[in-house]
T-cell receptor
Framework: AQTVTQSQPEMSVQEAETVTLSCTYD???????LFWYKQPPSRQMILVIR????KQQNATENRFSVNFQKAAKSFSLKISDSQLGDAAMYFC??????????WGAGTKLIIKP | GAGVSQSPSNKVTEKGKDVELRCDPI?????LYWYRQSLGQGLEFLIY????????KSGLPSDRFSAERTGGSVSTLTIQRTQQEDSAVYLC????????????FGPGTRLTVL
């Protein structure tokens, strides 16, 4: 069975600086999809970025980018120029062959002004 | 356009009572998902609908949990004889189905069982 591990329960970063959130996963499949979602205190889960495993190029969405290392089964999220509005829980998720998401436990990101 | 809505936003009930949680997905979304999120935890998959059918019910934690979806739209998650361990936030999401599609989430229902 697939598993997703986020080893950092909490991270903090100074406003305007860069932070990287870690995610590793375990799977025997060769083609799959990975996602980062953000959950602010409002509880509304929002997609941040996604990556197709067969694409070697790392996905980028404005200040958010990933470092996808397929062989290492690693999918970290880099947030550049951190803003106060980035404070939230960040969840890494793996989409299995049944189109279901398997979630990590989350990392709480604190932005220091 | 309208997003995914859930009702009620909060529900307090007594142990042993039945509760119904409602989810209204985004119009046109064929896939609908229910998750449970305990305090400070990640999401636990409960059930997935494609149209009105539920190909995967494996995540339902016990036979006290059931869900249905009618008209390919609204879904109801029912918990019978609630227990204190059922206390959690129940999240609903919808998507166009298939692989690599973004799931759009509702704000959740916070269930507290006393």
């Amino acid at each position: 069975a697939q598993t997703v591990t986020q080893s950092q329960p909490e991270m903090s970063v100074q406003e305007a600086e860069t932070v990287t959130l870690s995610c590793t996963y375990d799977t025997s499949e060769s083609d799959y999809y990975l996602f980062w979602y953000k959950q602010p205190p409002s509880r509304q889960m929002i997609l941040v970025i996604r990556q197709e495993a067969y694409k070697q190029q790392n996905a980028t969405e404005n200040r958010f980018s990933v470092n996808f290392q397929k062989a290492a089964k690693s999918f970290s999220l880099k947030i550049s120029d951190s803003q106060l509005g980035d404070a939230a829980m960040y969840f890494c998720a793996y989409e299995d062959s049944n189109y279901q998401l398997i979630w990590g436990a989350g990392t709480k990101l604190i932005i220091k002004p | 356009g309208a997003g995914v809505s859930q009702s009620p936003s909060n529900k307090v009930t007594e142990k042993g009572k039945d509760v119904e949680l409602r989810c209204d997905p985004i119009s046109g979304h064929t896939a609908l998902y229910w998750y449970r999120q305990s305090l400070g935890q990640g999401l636990e998959f409960l059930i997935y609908f494609q149209g009105n059918s539920a190909p995967d019910k494996s995540g339902l934690p016990s036979d006290r949990f059931s869900a249905e979806r009618t008209g390919g739209s609204v879904s109801t998650l029912t918990i019978q004889r609630t227990q204190q361990e059922d206390s959690a936030v129940y999240l609903c999401a919808s998507s166009y189905g298939g692989a690599y599609n973004e799931q759009f989430f509702g704000p959740g229902t916070r269930l507290t069982v006393l």
